[in-house]
C-alpha cells in the first residue's frame, strides 16, 4: 500500500484532539502543510507557535477549495454551525472527517448540512484523549496503539473511506468500524457513564458542609476514579446530551446495580459482596 500523503490538512479545532491528529501525521510524514481554525485566537497563536498548524485558516474558498482532509475536531455540539459554515466552501475533492464522541447525532446533521459533500463525509471517532484541554494538551503520540472507530455510511465514497482509514492508522492507531447506533450504545456503557459518574461523585463531596476536610484525606482510590472530572464540562455537557438514550439506559442498568449493593450491605451477606468483587476483578 502507497504511504498516505495529504497535501493540505484543515483542522477545525486545534485542541487536544485535533492538534494530536496533526503532531502525529507531521511526525510520520504523512502531511504537507496543516492550516487550523477555532474560537480561540489565543489558542491558534498557541498552535501556530507549537508548530501544531503551519498558519490559521478562515471560513472561505482558500482554505477549504483545495483541502484534501478536514477534521471536525470540535464539541458534538458544535458540529452543525461549523458543518454549516464550511459546506459551501469545500472543493469537489475534499475529504472531511470527523472526531466526535457520539455517531448518530453527527450522522443526521451530516446529511442536513453537507449535502453534495455527504459521500466524501466519514465519521470517525478516535477512543484517546486525557483530561487535558487546549493546543498545549496535544501531542503526536496520543492515539499510538489506541482504537479508532469509522461509522461510514451506505453511500460513502470507497476512497474517502480508504484515506480517512489511513490517516489514522498514520497516527499510529488500530481502526474499526462499527454503525452508528453500535457505536454510541457501547460507548455510553464504558465512556459517556463513567465520565457522568465521576463528575457526580466529585459535586456530591464538593456539596457536603465539610468538602474541604473529605478532599484534604481523599487518596490514590479518589483521584484514579475521579480524575476525568476534570475534562471538559462543555464537551461532556454535549456528549451526555447527543446520547441521552443510550446514556439514561446505562443509568438504569447502574441504579440497578447499586440497589443490589446496598442491599447486600444492609443484610451484611460478606459472601455476596465477596462474590461481586471477585468477579469485577477477574472480568
Known amino acids: 500500500m502507497a504511504k498516505l500523503k495529504i497535501g493540505k490538512l484543515v483542522v477545525i ?23 487550523g481554525l477555532g474560537r480561540s485566537q489565543v489558542n491558534l497563536r498557541r498552535a501556530l507557535e507549537l508548530k501544531i498548524i503551519d498558519a490559521p485558516g478562515a471560513l472561505d474558498a482558500a482554505t477549504f477549495g483545495d483541502a484534501d482532509l478536514v477534521l471536525l475536531a470540535v464539541p458534538v455540539g458544535q458540529m452543525q454551525g461549523v458543518m454549516r459554515a464550511i459546506a459551501p466552501f469545500l472543493g469537489p475533492k475534499t475529504i ?9 447525532d453527527v450522522v443526521a446533521l451530516a446529511r442536513r448540512e453537507l449535502k453534495g459533500s455527504l459521500s466524501r463525509f466519514v465519521p470517525g471517532h ?12 496535544a501531542f ?6 489506541r482504537k479508532g472507530v469509522l461509522t461510514p ?3 460513502t465514497d470507497a476512497e474517502a473511506l480508504s484515506r480517512v482509514r489511513s490517516a489514522w492508522e498514520s497516527c499510529g492507531a488500530k481502526v474499526f468500524e462499527l454503525a452508528p447506533g453500535e457505536h454510541d450504545a457501547v460507548l455510553a456503557g464504558v465512556s459517556h457513564l463513567p465520565h457522568v459518574l465521576a463528575f457526580a461523585l466529585v459535586d456530591q463531596v464538593a456539596r457536603h458542609k465539610d468538602a474541604s476536610r473529605r478532599f484534604a484525606y481523599a487518596a490514590g482510590g479518589f483521584r484514579d476514579f475521579t480524575r476525568i472530572a476534570s475534562s471538559s464540562p462543555e464537551m461532556w455537557r454535549d456528549i451526555c446530551l447527543a446520547n441521552r438514550k443510550a446514556l439514561l439506559a446505562e443509568l438504569g442498568r447502574y441504579r ?27 472480568a
Open 126 to 137: 478516535p477512543i484517546a484523549g486525557t483530561e487535558k484541554s487546549g493546543a498545549r494538551a
Open 96 to 104: 472531511v472527517t470527523d472526531a466526535g464522541s457520539t455517531k448518530q
Open 140 to 145: 503526536a503520540a496520543l492515539y499510538r496503539e
Open 256 to 282: 440497578g446495580e447499586l440497589g443490589r449493593v446496598e442491599r447486600m450491605l444492609e443484610r451484611g451477606d460478606a459472601r455476596a459482596l465477596e462474590a461481586l468483587f471477585s468477579g469485577a476483578r477477574e
Open 13 to 35: 479545532g486545534t485542541g487536544l484532539i485535533g492538534g494530536s491528529f496533526a503532531l502525529a501525521l507531521k511526525e510520520a510524514g504523512a502531511v504537507v502543510r496543516v492550516l
Open 153 to 155: 455510511l451506505k453511500g
